[in-house]
């Protein structure tokens, strides 16, 4: 028991270190949501694809491969085509492009920059599309 708790502050220690290191280096909306715009291309798809299938790989594909098998192996190859083709071809060109339209720091706002839609139309579009 007493081990456990020792692990366990020696986490909080850790976590509450990391927070601190980048607590300083944050000075600006774009340097918290965007890192500064100075992470790794690596670092970027790997961000990338933990968002796009944290909950989808951890619940949904074991339940997918045990009732489907076979079927379930071809999904997981197209799903890892599909982040391959999303992280050499969609974000070089939506990472230049963001920054030239007025520094768009999300997939809504880059969508109503690059249209030049009122916020309404596009984000609304987005917001109904990810619900």
Not at 48 to 67: E, I, K, V
Not at 72 to 98: D, I, K
Request: aromatic letters at 10%.
């Amino acid at each position: 028991m007493a081990s456990s708790i020792l692990v366990f502050g020696l986490y909080l220690v850790a976590v509450a270190g990391i927070a601190y290191m980048g607590w300083r280096r944050t000075h600006t909306l774009s340097d918290y949501v965007l890192g500064g715009r100075s992470l790794s291309p690596f670092t970027a798809a790997l961000s990338t694809g933990a968002s796009n299938m944290s909950a989808w790989a951890m619940l949904s594909f074991p339940a997918l491969a045990y009732s489907h098998s076979a079927r379930a192996a071809l999904m997981a190859v197209s799903l890892l085509v599909g982040q391959y083709v999303s992280v050499r071809a969609v974000a070089p060109r939506l990472r230049v492009y963001s920054e030239k339209l007025d520094d768009a720091q999300t997939l809504p706002k880059f969508l109503c920059e690059r249209t030049r839609d009122g916020a309404a139309g596009t984000e609304c579009c987005c917001g109904v599309s990810v619900a």
